[in-house]
Every structure is written in C-alpha cells, then in structure tokens.
C-alpha cells in the first residue's frame, strides 16, 4: 500500500480532508484509516447514504466501523424527506462550527462543488411546482427542454439536456422564481470550505478495476440484509422519493413483487451500478480536475 501510505502519511492534521470517487473504491476504508490515525469525525457526503431506510443497500458504515471514529450524516433521514445538497451544506456548516478539521467523504459529486465553490440560495420548490414538473419529465421532456430554449438560453447553454432531473430542476427554478437558474447562480456565496484550504483527494479506479468490486459488494449485501431492507419498504414504496434511487432497491422491488427473478434483479443493479460508477469518473474528471488524485489499482485490490 505504498501510495496509500505516502498519502495518509502526507495529509495535513489541521487542514479539512474531502475524499471523493466512484462507488466501491475503497473511499470508507481509506477515510476510517485516516480518522484513527489523526483522531478525527467522518461526515457523509453521499445522497442516499443520507436515509435511515438503506444502511445495507447502500454500504453504510458497519457497527464496527462507527466503534472506531465518528460519523455524522448518516441514516439521520426518514425515507420521504425532502433532503437536498442545500441542507446537507447547513447540516456541515453547523458541525464544521465546532470541529473545523473533519473527513468528509462520498460519490455524491454535487456536494463537493457546493461545498468549495459555494451554493447559490434559491427559494425552496413548491410542492405543486415540484408536482408539475415531475408529470413534465415523466410525459413529455422535449417540451420542458422546448420551454427553457425559449425563456432561459442563458442557463440552456450549459445545461447537460441528456439528464432530466438537471432539465427538470432548471424548468422548476424558472418556473417558480421567475428567474433563470444561471442568473441565481452568478450571486452564488463563499463556499464553506475553499478548495486550498483543504486536503482534496479523487480516488480513481478503472471499470475493470471495479466491476469485480462491485459484484463481491452486491453479493454481501445480498447475504447480508439488503432483501430485508427491501421487504420493509415495500408498503411504503414511492419510485418518485429521492430515497427510492439507491441503485438495486428498484430492482430488488421488482423481485420481492414477483416481476423479477434473483438473478435477474442481481444482474440489473451490477450493471446499474457499473453505470453509476462511470458517470461518476466522468464528473470528477470534469468538475474536480484541481484535486488529488490517487489510483486504487496501484495498492491492495481488497481495499
């Protein structure tokens, strides 16, 4: 584990350390190694790890683990809570008040950006707002994307129209404030934690690196939960909830209701998070180039 070791030996005690990368890169053995060396709280920075209802599906910190340094930010939501990157951002800078020196660590790309570039403070979405684009998304994209070429070229000219809930959160933000998102953006605030003044690190693996990975992952949760998480929520199964997009919870659904066979379900979600996984190296590659960067694959494969 030379790299690793050259890297936990070299991290600054007093900086703030964020650690990013893609699912199944060993991101929560590194930070639990670096919190006992140095005495330091781990917070969460991953979207789904964020509900109470997925603790096995989503690789959540075991008992172990939470016996040997402090976490914060995780299992702390309810299922239907209307958890966003804004209040993850207020939840660290209340934490970040008393203990200025944390490892916050996760794949949810969205945080770190809003973390070290700052968070533009746009009013909350109204239900109905929220509602309508929803059934927008659902029935008719185009014309979502149609209506913001239209009404807000600013922020269409950097808006990634492949991905409908970028579109959709564009539509709601004109629709409801009657400005563009772009224009909110450009009085966007200091972020809470500059990107110098902290010890920022993106872990890198290669798909072949991963897939092997992310299939032994799978299959532990499998042995070790996961159906019984899912079987919980199954009366209360929203596919709209935020909390209801943690890869394999759809798919194991569809088992539990008799739609899938097992290994149809085990199939879906490897390739589902295989998915995941490349979206998240395009992103860091694209939005954390000003990072750290370690390779996973040039240390222990069991990490």
């Known amino acids: 584990m030379t790299a690793l070791n050259s890297y936990l030996d070299a991290v600054d005690p007093n900086k703030p350390v964020l650690i ?8 929560s053995a590194l930070a639990l190694e670096l919190a006992a060396r140095q005495d330091r709280t781990i917070i969460n920075a991953d979207a789904l790890q964020v509900y109470a209802c997925w603790s096995v599906l989503t690789a959540r910190p075991p008992v172990e683990d939470l016996k040997r340094a402090k976490h914060l930010l995780y299992g702390h939501q309810p299922f239907d809570a209307p958890y966003s990157v804004g209040t993850w951002l207020r939840e660290v800078a209340e934490f970040l008040k008393s203990d200025p020196r944390p490892i916050i660590i996760g794949g949810t790309g969205l945080y770190f950006s809003a973390l070290t570039e700052g968070l533009t403070d746009i009013p909350p979405i109204s239900g109905e707002t929220r509602k309508r684009g929803d059934e927008l998304r659902a029935q008719n994209l185009f014309s ?3 209506m913001l070429k239209m009404n807000d070229p600013e922020t269409v000219a950097g808006l990634d129209l492949e991905n409908p809930m970028r579109v959709q959160r564009a539509w709601e933000v004109l629709e409801e404030t ?12 200091p972020p809470l934690i500059a990107l110098h003044d902290a010890d920022a690190l993106v872990l890198q693996a290669s798909p072949e690196h991963l897939q092997p990975r992310i ?5 532990w949760m499998l042995e070790n939960g996961a159906l019984g998480e899912v079987e919980n929520m199954l009366p209360r199964w929203t596919p709209e909830l935020p909390s209801s997009r943690a890869i394999g919870a759809p798919e194991l659904i569809a088992y539990v209701k008799g739609d899938l066979s097992l290994d149809d379900a ?3 979600t490897i390739i589902a998070t295989r998915q995941y996984a490349k979206r998240q190296r395009t992103w860091f590659r694209n939005r954390l180039r000003l990072w750290k960067t370690l390779d996973i694959a040039m240390d222990q494969p069991n990490m």
């Open 20 to 27: 990013a990368g893609p699912t199944a890169s060993g991101k």
């Open 144 to 146: 979502t994307i149609d």
């Open 178 to 189: 009657g400005r563009g998102l772009k224009a909110w953006q450009k009085d966007t605030p």
């Open 215 to 219: 299939i032994r992952r799978f299959d």
């Open 266 to 268: 085990r199939t879906r």
